[in-house]
Protein backbone atom coordinates (compact mmCIF):
# COMPACT_ATOMS: atom_id res chain seq x y z
CA UNK A 1 0.00 0.00 0.00
CA UNK A 2 1.26 3.44 -0.78
CA UNK A 3 1.15 6.44 2.13
CA UNK A 4 2.33 9.40 1.05
CA UNK A 5 4.88 11.14 2.77
CA UNK A 6 2.10 13.78 3.72
CA UNK A 7 -0.92 11.38 3.02
CA UNK A 8 -2.82 14.54 2.80
CA UNK A 9 -1.56 15.68 0.08
CA UNK A 10 -4.19 15.71 -3.30
CA UNK A 11 -1.75 15.25 -6.03
CA UNK A 12 -3.02 16.27 -9.74
CA UNK A 13 -3.83 12.71 -10.24
CA UNK A 14 -5.88 11.98 -7.61
CA UNK A 15 -9.38 11.63 -7.14
CA UNK A 16 -11.37 12.40 -3.97
CA UNK A 17 -14.31 10.97 -2.67
CA UNK A 18 -16.00 12.34 0.00
CA UNK A 19 -18.42 11.57 2.76
CA UNK A 20 -20.15 13.76 4.86
CA UNK A 21 -22.76 13.32 7.96
CA UNK A 22 -24.63 15.07 10.52
CA UNK A 23 -21.26 16.77 11.80
CA UNK A 24 -20.21 19.02 9.02
CA UNK A 25 -23.53 20.43 10.05
CA UNK A 26 -22.98 20.64 13.73
CA UNK A 27 -21.36 24.09 14.32
CA UNK A 28 -24.14 25.42 12.01
CA UNK A 29 -26.06 24.96 14.83
CA UNK A 30 -27.92 21.60 13.27
CA UNK A 31 -28.27 18.82 15.82
CA UNK A 32 -26.58 15.44 14.91
CA UNK A 33 -28.72 12.51 15.66
CA UNK A 34 -26.90 10.43 18.16
CA UNK A 35 -26.16 13.30 20.69
CA UNK A 36 -29.84 13.46 21.19
CA UNK A 37 -30.22 10.19 23.63
CA UNK A 38 -32.11 7.84 21.04
CA UNK A 39 -34.47 10.95 19.95
CA UNK A 40 -34.16 12.88 17.33
CA UNK A 41 -35.54 16.53 18.13
CA UNK A 42 -37.01 14.95 20.89
CA UNK A 43 -38.92 12.23 18.96
CA UNK A 44 -38.68 8.44 18.23
CA UNK A 45 -37.02 7.54 14.98
CA UNK A 46 -40.00 5.32 14.11
CA UNK A 47 -42.54 7.93 14.89
CA UNK A 48 -41.27 10.37 12.25
CA UNK A 49 -38.92 8.66 9.85
CA UNK A 50 -40.43 5.55 8.67
CA UNK A 51 -42.95 4.90 5.93
CA UNK A 52 -45.53 2.80 8.70
CA UNK A 53 -45.40 6.19 10.52
CA UNK A 54 -46.04 8.30 7.38
CA UNK A 55 -49.30 5.50 6.76
CA UNK A 56 -50.16 6.30 10.40
CA UNK A 57 -49.78 9.62 11.22
CA UNK A 58 -48.89 11.59 7.73
CA UNK A 59 -49.09 15.05 9.52
CA UNK A 60 -46.89 14.42 12.59
CA UNK A 61 -44.25 13.20 9.88
CA UNK A 62 -44.93 16.73 8.25
CA UNK A 63 -44.69 18.56 11.34
CA UNK A 64 -41.60 17.15 11.75
CA UNK A 65 -39.91 17.86 8.37
CA UNK A 66 -41.55 21.67 8.71
CA UNK A 67 -39.62 22.46 11.93
CA UNK A 68 -36.82 21.08 10.35
CA UNK A 69 -36.95 23.08 7.07
CA UNK A 70 -37.53 25.69 9.49
CA UNK A 71 -34.36 25.19 11.15
CA UNK A 72 -31.98 24.82 7.82
CA UNK A 73 -33.42 27.60 6.32
CA UNK A 74 -31.89 29.57 9.42
CA UNK A 75 -28.62 28.17 9.29
CA UNK A 76 -25.71 29.05 7.47
CA UNK A 77 -23.01 27.36 6.15
CA UNK A 78 -19.58 26.52 8.12
CA UNK A 79 -16.16 26.66 7.46
CA UNK A 80 -16.53 22.81 6.96
CA UNK A 81 -18.97 23.35 3.83
CA UNK A 82 -16.90 25.90 2.42
CA UNK A 83 -13.20 24.57 2.41
CA UNK A 84 -15.19 21.29 0.65
CA UNK A 85 -16.85 23.81 -1.82
CA UNK A 86 -13.19 25.60 -2.34
CA UNK A 87 -11.70 22.05 -3.00
CA UNK A 88 -13.98 21.25 -5.61
CA UNK A 89 -13.24 24.38 -7.24
CA UNK A 90 -9.77 23.63 -6.98
CA UNK A 91 -10.09 19.96 -8.90
CA UNK A 92 -13.03 20.07 -10.51
CA UNK A 93 -14.11 17.11 -11.54
CA UNK A 94 -11.72 15.28 -9.98
CA UNK A 95 -14.25 15.76 -6.66
CA UNK A 96 -17.40 14.02 -5.66
CA UNK A 97 -19.22 14.82 -2.26
CA UNK A 98 -22.01 11.95 -1.35
CA UNK A 99 -23.56 13.56 1.59
CA UNK A 100 -26.42 11.65 4.06
CA UNK A 101 -28.16 15.08 5.43
CA UNK A 102 -30.57 16.21 3.77
CA UNK A 103 -29.89 20.34 4.82
CA UNK A 104 -28.68 22.45 1.24
CA UNK A 105 -25.94 23.87 3.58
CA UNK A 106 -22.98 22.22 1.06
CA UNK A 107 -25.19 23.41 -2.51
CA UNK A 108 -25.31 26.85 -0.27
CA UNK A 109 -21.46 26.82 0.34
CA UNK A 110 -21.05 26.10 -3.37
CA UNK A 111 -20.38 22.31 -3.92
CA UNK A 112 -21.77 21.42 -7.10
CA UNK A 113 -21.17 17.58 -7.67
CA UNK A 114 -22.63 16.37 -4.75
CA UNK A 115 -25.55 13.88 -3.90
CA UNK A 116 -28.16 13.64 -1.48
CA UNK A 117 -28.24 9.89 -0.89
CA UNK A 118 -30.87 9.86 2.58
CA UNK A 119 -32.71 12.83 0.03
CA UNK A 120 -33.21 16.13 0.38
CA UNK A 121 -35.38 18.70 3.25
CA UNK A 122 -36.32 20.85 0.28
CA UNK A 123 -37.88 18.38 -2.34
CA UNK A 124 -41.57 16.79 -2.33
CA UNK A 125 -42.47 14.29 -4.32
CA UNK A 126 -45.76 12.31 -4.54
CA UNK A 127 -46.33 9.41 -2.06
CA UNK A 128 -47.34 7.17 -4.79
CA UNK A 129 -45.57 6.39 -7.76
CA UNK A 130 -47.14 8.15 -10.49
CA UNK A 131 -44.19 9.59 -12.47
CA UNK A 132 -44.23 13.19 -11.10
CA UNK A 133 -40.52 13.67 -10.79
CA UNK A 134 -39.54 15.33 -7.49
CA UNK A 135 -39.83 18.79 -7.07
CA UNK A 136 -38.64 21.92 -5.17
CA UNK A 137 -40.43 22.54 -2.14
CA UNK A 138 -40.10 24.51 0.88
CA UNK A 139 -43.74 24.25 2.01
CA UNK A 140 -44.38 23.48 5.85
CA UNK A 141 -47.66 20.89 7.21
CA UNK A 142 -49.49 20.85 10.07
CA UNK A 143 -52.33 18.95 9.60
CA UNK A 144 -53.60 16.34 7.31
CA UNK A 145 -56.12 18.82 5.55
CA UNK A 146 -53.34 20.56 4.54
CA UNK A 147 -51.13 18.53 3.22
CA UNK A 148 -50.44 19.37 -0.73
CA UNK A 149 -52.23 16.35 -3.34
CA UNK A 150 -50.97 15.40 -6.51
CA UNK A 151 -52.63 15.90 -9.28
CA UNK A 152 -52.71 11.90 -9.48
CA UNK A 153 -54.79 12.33 -6.01
CA UNK A 154 -51.68 11.10 -4.29
CA UNK A 155 -50.04 12.94 -1.05
CA UNK A 156 -47.23 14.64 -1.26
CA UNK A 157 -44.01 13.35 0.81
CA UNK A 158 -40.50 14.77 2.02
CA UNK A 159 -37.81 13.52 -0.69
CA UNK A 160 -36.25 11.80 2.21
CA UNK A 161 -35.04 8.37 2.51
CA UNK A 162 -36.56 7.24 5.60
CA UNK A 163 -35.38 3.46 7.41
CA UNK A 164 -36.44 0.98 5.77
CA UNK A 165 -36.32 2.56 2.14
CA UNK A 166 -33.49 2.25 -0.06
CA UNK A 167 -30.88 5.30 -0.48
CA UNK A 168 -30.57 7.08 -3.38
CA UNK A 169 -27.98 7.65 -6.40
CA UNK A 170 -25.92 4.00 -5.09
CA UNK A 171 -24.53 2.84 -9.19
CA UNK A 172 -23.27 6.30 -9.11
CA UNK A 173 -21.54 6.52 -5.47
CA UNK A 174 -20.50 2.75 -6.22
CA UNK A 175 -18.74 4.49 -9.27
CA UNK A 176 -17.48 7.26 -7.84
CA UNK A 177 -15.98 5.23 -5.01
CA UNK A 178 -14.01 2.77 -7.39
CA UNK A 179 -12.02 5.46 -9.08
CA UNK A 180 -11.39 7.60 -6.00
CA UNK A 181 -7.93 7.76 -4.90
CA UNK A 182 -7.94 9.99 -1.64
CA UNK A 183 -11.78 9.13 0.96
CA UNK A 184 -12.37 11.91 3.74
CA UNK A 185 -14.80 10.88 5.65
CA UNK A 186 -16.49 13.82 7.90
CA UNK A 187 -18.63 14.26 10.97
CA UNK A 188 -20.37 10.65 10.70
CA UNK A 189 -20.92 7.78 13.62
CA UNK A 190 -20.53 4.84 10.87
CA UNK A 191 -23.23 3.61 12.22
CA UNK A 192 -25.41 3.85 9.39
CA UNK A 193 -25.72 1.56 6.45
CA UNK A 194 -24.71 1.56 3.41
CA UNK A 195 -22.73 4.52 3.86
CA UNK A 196 -20.32 2.77 6.93
CA UNK A 197 -19.21 0.75 4.87
CA UNK A 198 -18.39 3.42 1.92
CA UNK A 199 -14.63 3.51 3.45
CA UNK A 200 -14.56 -0.60 3.13
CA UNK A 201 -15.50 -0.52 -0.74
CA UNK A 202 -12.94 1.87 -1.10
CA UNK A 203 -9.58 -0.07 -2.95
CA UNK A 204 -6.75 -1.04 -0.02
CA UNK A 205 -4.35 1.87 -2.31
CA UNK A 206 -7.11 4.58 -1.71
CA UNK A 207 -6.11 7.21 1.41
CA UNK A 208 -8.79 6.96 3.60
CA UNK A 209 -9.00 10.16 6.07
CA UNK A 210 -11.87 10.62 9.15
CA UNK A 211 -12.73 14.21 10.47
CA UNK A 212 -14.53 14.62 13.69
CA UNK A 213 -13.87 14.76 17.14
CA UNK A 214 -14.57 11.46 18.11
CA UNK A 215 -13.66 8.11 16.83
CA UNK A 216 -16.74 6.84 14.29
CA UNK A 217 -17.69 3.06 14.87
CA UNK A 218 -15.58 2.07 11.88
CA UNK A 219 -12.17 3.57 12.80
CA UNK A 220 -10.10 1.02 12.14
CA UNK A 221 -10.82 1.09 8.54
CA UNK A 222 -9.16 4.61 8.12
CA UNK A 223 -5.60 5.39 7.16
CA UNK A 224 -5.67 8.19 9.93
CA UNK A 225 -8.14 9.77 11.68
CA UNK A 226 -8.21 13.95 12.29
CA UNK A 227 -10.06 14.01 15.40
CA UNK A 228 -11.52 17.19 16.33
CA UNK A 229 -14.23 19.61 14.70
CA UNK A 230 -14.51 19.91 10.78
CA UNK A 231 -14.82 23.77 10.83
CA UNK A 232 -11.66 23.97 12.37
CA UNK A 233 -9.85 21.14 11.22
CA UNK A 234 -10.84 21.07 7.41
CA UNK A 235 -10.17 24.03 6.21
CA UNK A 236 -6.36 23.73 7.52
CA UNK A 237 -6.29 19.88 6.05
CA UNK A 238 -7.42 21.31 2.57
CA UNK A 239 -5.43 24.00 2.10
CA UNK A 240 -2.02 21.97 3.24
CA UNK A 241 -2.80 20.03 -0.21
CA UNK A 242 -1.70 23.36 -2.15
CA UNK A 243 -2.41 21.77 -5.44
CA UNK A 244 -4.78 25.21 -6.78
CA UNK A 245 -5.11 24.29 -10.57
P1 LIG B 1 -24.74 10.88 13.72
O1 LIG B 1 -25.54 11.77 14.60
O2 LIG B 1 -24.87 9.41 13.88
O3 LIG B 1 -23.22 11.20 13.93
C1 LIG B 1 -22.74 12.51 13.92
C2 LIG B 1 -21.24 12.45 13.99
O4 LIG B 1 -20.77 13.78 13.87
C3 LIG B 1 -20.70 11.90 15.31
O5 LIG B 1 -19.75 10.89 15.01
C4 LIG B 1 -20.02 13.10 15.96
O6 LIG B 1 -18.82 12.75 16.61
C5 LIG B 1 -19.70 13.96 14.76
N1 LIG B 1 -19.59 15.39 15.01
C6 LIG B 1 -20.20 16.13 15.94
N2 LIG B 1 -19.81 17.42 15.86
C7 LIG B 1 -18.93 17.50 14.83
C8 LIG B 1 -18.17 18.54 14.24
N3 LIG B 1 -18.23 19.79 14.68
N4 LIG B 1 -17.37 18.23 13.19
C9 LIG B 1 -17.29 16.97 12.73
N5 LIG B 1 -17.99 15.95 13.24
C10 LIG B 1 -18.79 16.20 14.29
O7 LIG B 1 -25.03 11.33 12.23
P2 LIG B 1 -24.76 10.57 10.87
O8 LIG B 1 -23.60 9.64 10.99
O9 LIG B 1 -24.74 11.58 9.80
O10 LIG B 1 -30.28 8.88 8.24
O11 LIG B 1 -26.06 9.72 10.73
C11 LIG B 1 -26.22 8.95 9.59
C12 LIG B 1 -27.66 8.81 9.25
O12 LIG B 1 -28.39 8.35 10.39
C13 LIG B 1 -28.37 10.12 8.90
O13 LIG B 1 -28.19 10.49 7.57
C14 LIG B 1 -29.78 9.79 9.20
C15 LIG B 1 -29.57 9.13 10.53
O14 LIG B 1 -30.55 8.41 11.03
C16 LIG B 1 -31.43 9.14 7.60
O15 LIG B 1 -32.06 10.17 7.75
C17 LIG B 1 -31.87 8.03 6.71
Redesign the pocket.
Known amino acids: MTVKADPTQIDAQDRVFVL ?5 S ?2 SGLK ?4 QGGL ?1 EGHR ?1 EDV ?1 TPEAWEEDAARVWRFYSERRKGAEKAEPNA ?1 HRALAELEAAIGDRFFLCT ?3 DDLHERAGSQRLVHM ?2 ELFVSRCEDACGRAPFADRARYATEDAIARCACGGRIRPH ?4 GEI ?1 LEMERIEREIARSTVMLV ?7 YP ?1 ANFVRWAGPQVRKYY ?4 E ?1 VNAHAFTRLVL ?4 E ?1 LPGLIQATGNRE
Open positions: TGAGVAETFRDWVAAQNVHGIVWFPVGTSGAVAIGPEPGNAGV
